[in-house]
Structure formats: C-alpha cells, structure tokens
C-alpha cells in the first residue's frame, strides 16, 4: 500500500496513522453491515491524495499546524476517493479493484450504492471537524460539484465517436484530477502556506491529477488484465473513449467506425482490432506526449515553490509517478 511512499519516511509514518482513523471512522457495532464498512478500509490503494496532502503541509509554518486536524483531513480525502471509486464500480460493473472483489460485486449493487453514500457522510464529519469555520468547506463543496459534474459529462459522451480531446480533458478535471488538486490546495492551505503558494499547489495538483489519468488511460492499451488487476480496454467496451483512442480516430475515423458503431455489442475480438489499431495510428505515442506536457506543466510550477527539501521531495515524487515507461 505504502510502496510508494518508502522515500518519504515522514508522509509514510503519517499515513499509517491515517489508514487507523480510515478504520476508526469506518468502523460500526451494526452487524450487518460492519463487513462491508471493514472491506471499505481495507482497500486503501496507494494513499496518493493523502499523501500529497500531507507532503504540500510540509511547506508551511509547522509551528501553526495542528497535526491531528491534518491527519483528520488526510483521512477524508481518502474517504472520498473511496465513495466515488464505490460508485464508479457500480456504474462500470467492475468485478475487481487492484484485484481485490469490489464492493458492488461482493454485496450487490443496491448495497455498494448505500455504502458509497455513507462514506460520503463519514467525509462531510471530518469536514465539519476539521474545517467549519474556513473558506475550505466551500471549496471541498466546489470540487464535489466539480467532480460530479466530471462523471456526469463522461457518461453523456459514451460512445461518442465526436468527442474532442478537449472534451475529454473537461471531463477527467473533474473525475480525477479534481481530488488531487484538492488534496495540494489544502494541504498547503492547513500548512499555513502563504496564499501564493497555495494557489501554486492547487495548479501542480490538477496538472498531476490530469497526467495521472492519462498515464491510467494509456495501460489500458499497454498491461496485461493481470498487472493492472481489471479487465483490459474495459472502458472502451464500455464506451469510454480516452486519448489514445481519441487521438487515433482523428488521424482516421473511418478505420474504426465499423467496430465503434457497433457500441456495446462490439466483441472482444473486435476490441483487440481496436487496440491494433490505436497503436498502429500512433494514439499511444500521441498520448504519452500530451501527458508529458501536463507533467512538465507540474514541474514548472514546482519551480515556483520556495526551493528547500520538501519542495525537492514533491518534485521527486512528482517524477517517479509521472516519467513512466511504457
């Protein structure tokens, strides 16, 4: 879980303090559904928005940080990453999540709609906890507006042969990149950071968040089922057109108007020739340069930052999850 994290010992003890409040704040005496809650904080993936947290409060004033708020506020991140991943699970009818049974599959949809509805109400708690009172409560209520709509305007364009590269940078502002410009925002908001460089965290957390998700998108079209731990090219069956796909159409709509057009009824078969063909149109390659230029966009603002250990830190790690070979 923490894997990533090794070379950053400080973030790393603290966000093992964070997966014990994940399962404080998960925990119930109800029997029926105390498994389910326990199977929400057991998956904890690799901790990036928490830890990105927790690694921009290091900037500021630690003289004026309260440690258990910041703690308390890493953790709700988390939390709501883990709500909308629920919901997306269901709407994806996705049986596996890091290779681990999804909460939808294990339980039911019906269920795993109610569980993803309840960790949104454990994440409101740790708002009311930790922040009533700042501008940060209207700016969390912001990003999940933001990051519904994301979701939203995804599902609107599925199956659409038309959609622009642009509108796919829309959409994944919200649906992933939003979380992780929160997570920079306020970690240097708690920090105590000067209002300047909170600004800056919030620009480097929504060109990471960007660049991440393009990176996912490629591996799509790269990985095996068994080292992405989920079904390859699930999203194109589903009708989730991401860059390499869109960037090859482009180049040649024609090529793949025959499979695209038949939408879900497209095979498996059929969505291997898809996959031929993105990588025989270039949209891979096209799709590592565009997430390039978001990851260099994130190191430029980086350079931005007062220059000292932390900000090395935050641009090594910014490397290590965004210089990736394919």
């Known amino acids: 879980m923490l894997d990533i ?13 964070v997966s014990s409040l994940i399962n404080e704040h998960l925990s119930t005496d109800k029997p029926d559904v105390k498994q389910l809650l326990a199977d929400a904080a057991q998956e ?9 947290f927790l690694l921009f409060s290091e900037l500021g004033n630690k003289h004026e940080q309260s440690e258990e708020q910041l703690l308390k506020i890493a953790a709700s991140l988390e939390i709501l990453h883990k709500a909308t991943l629920i919901h997306d699970d269901i709407i994806d009818d996705s049986p596996l999540r890091h290779g681990v049974i999804t909460i939808q599959s294990n339980f039911g949809k019906d269920v795993a709609v109610y569980a993803g509805d309840l960790l949104f109400t454990v994440f409101f708690e740790l708002l009311i906890d930790t922040m009533n009172g700042t501008t940060m409560m209207k700016d969390n209520a912001a990003a999940m507006k933001k990051l519904l709509f994301g979701e939203l305007s995804q599902m ?3 199956f659409n042969q038309n959609q622009t590269i642009e509108n796919y940078v829309e959409n994944i ?9 929160l997570a920079c925002l306020e970690g240097a908001y708690f920090g105590k950071s000067s209002s300047e460089v909170t600004q800056i965290a919030a620009s480097i957390g929504e060109n990471i968040g ?4 393009i990176y996912d998108d490629i591996l799509d079209y790269t ?3 068994k080292i992405l731990k989920k079904p390859v090219l699930e999203d194109l069956a589903q009708g989730v057109y991401t860059s390499p796909l869109l960037f090859a159409i482009a180049k040649d709509p024609q090529a793949f108007a025959p499979f695209l057009d038949k939408k879900q009824n497209i095979s498996v078969a059929e969505i291997k020739k898809v996959s031929n063909l993105v990588h025989k149109l270039g949209g891979v390659k096209d799709a590592i340069t565009f997430a390039q230029s978001y990851t260099k966009n994130a190191l430029v603002d980086i350079d931005k930052l007062p220059q000292n250990e932390i900000t090395i830190s935050i641009k090594k790690l910014t490397n290590s999850l965004l210089n990736r070979k394919f």
């Open 210 to 213: 960007i660049a991440f998700q």
């Open 44 to 52: 904890q993936g690799k901790m990036l928005r928490p830890g990105l």
């Open 156 to 158: 609107h364009a599925r």
């Open 5 to 17: 994290w090794s070379h950053y010992p400080n973030v790393a003890q603290k966000l093992n303090t």
């Open 223 to 225: 990985s095996s089922s």
């Open 173 to 181: 502002k919200g649906k992933t990149a939003e979380l992780f410009r």
